[in-house]
Nanobody
């Protein structure tokens, strides 16, 4: 069964860092683009970052320069390094894929699937 498992979330103060992991089970993710998304309380899920099969990366403007996505195909895992966290980054973070090798669908969520349970990130003073 194809599944993503997100981990690495936590409660931190503004300016601190977290590294999220997105581990795939039931399939090999090296052929696919993988996206990270988040959902804040009372808001719709939004795209945060995406990495293509070949390693090209995409970010929404609010996280550029602070977040870095990278993949370790040997570990079948995609990571999201989050530095300089802000309260606006609070939310549940999810990873997903479209079955494609590119991030064409990003940042929209419509074509992404195989959502995991997510990992909670809370940033507060």
């Amino acid at each position: 069964q194809l599944q993503f498992v997100e981990s690495g979330g936590g409660s931190v103060q503004p300016g601190e860092s977290l590294r999220l992991s997105c581990a795939a089970s039931g399939f090999t993710l090296d052929q696919y683009a993988i996206g990270w998304f988040r959902q804040a309380p009372g808001k719709e899920r939004e795209g945060v970052s995406c990495i293509t099969k070949t390693g090209t990366t995409w970010y929404i403007d609010s996280v550029k320069g602070r977040f870095t996505i990278h993949r370790d195909n040997a570990k079948n895992t995609v990571y999201l390094q989050m530095n300089g966290l802000e309260p606006a980054d609070t939310g549940i973070y999810y990873c997903a894929h479209t079955g494609w090798s590119t991030c064409t669908a990003f940042p929209a969520t419509t074509d992404f699937r195989s959502w995991g349970q997510g990992t909670q990130v809370t940033v507060s003073a």
